[in-house]
């Protein structure tokens, strides 16, 4: 079992759906993040969780819309998607923001599809 | 303002050559952490390094070496006798105290390796 788990890896929707992504993470880490990856651009921060708390939104459209229950847990909501928002959708955690070491833990992604 | 450039896009090697993939950075921080990644077919990141800015010792792991230059920024990266499971996308990442220790990449290097 890989430590950062995402579900489901692939998903295809329609403009009108409302889908979720999972993310679970079973390091004992208390920062959570989503990451979008889109063809040729880098990998863009969508949110950043620490101990449960939104530290980070970088400018993410309303149609995305994160929830973390608890440390273990991360979720992103979609609502109203655009084709645009086609992408690999990466989730990470890592101990703590504050923790010196800095490395993420990512899971396999999930691949999203918008019709 | 952080910037992470990995001027080279693709690169593709024979099996048993040495390659090279560089990163340039930029930070007004000077304390700060310098990463790569390795992402394979499977989708998700594997973190390879970290370092911080008060190291500049340069690192040999097996075929894998890190040449961290702050006085030209950069961090490159030179795998030795590639291999075909090198065949990835490597990416470049850096942390420092700016905006709440947000990590940010690289446009990534898509290496392949031939047999």
């Known amino acids: 079992e890989t430590g950062v788990t995402q579900t489901p890896r692939h998903l295809v929707m329609g403009m009108t759906n409302k889908k979720s992504l999972k993310c679970e993470q079973h390091l004992g880490h208390n920062a959570m993040y989503w990451y979008k990856q889109s063809a040729k651009k880098p990998l863009e921060l969508m949110f950043v969780?620490?101990?449960?708390?939104?530290?980070e939104n970088n400018s993410v459209p309303s149609r995305f819309s994160p929830e973390c229950p608890n440390s273990s847990h991360l979720f992103l909501h979609l609502h109203t998607l655009q084709p645009e928002d086609s992408a690999l959708y990466l989730c990470?955690?890592?101990?703590?923001?504050?923790?010196?070491?800095?490395?993420?833990?990512f899971g396999e992604g999930s691949r999203l599809t918008v019709l | 303002a952080q910037k992470v450039t990995q001027a080279q896009t693709e690169i593709s090697v024979v099996e048993k050559e040495d390659v090279t993939l560089d990163c340039v950075y930029e930070t007004r921080d000077t304390t700060y952490y310098l990463f790569w990644y390795k992402q394979p077919p499977s989708g998700e990141l594997v973190f390879l390094i970290r370092r911080n800015s008060f190291d500049e010792q340069n690192e040999i792991s097996g075929r894998y070496s890190w040449n961290f230059q702050k006085s030209t920024s950069s961090f490159n990266f030179t795998i030795t006798a590639s291999q075909v499971v090198d065949s990835a996308v490597y990416f470049c990442?850096?942390?420092?105290?700016?905006?709440?220790?947000?990590?940010?990449f690289g446009a990534g290097t898509r290496l392949f390796v031939k047999a």
């Open positions: 990442a850096l942390r420092d105290n700016t905006g709440g220790f947000k990590t940010i």
């Open positions: 990470a955690s890592s101990p703590s923001l504050a923790a010196n070491t800095g490395e993420l833990f």
């Open positions: 969780y620490n101990f449960k708390e939104q530290t």
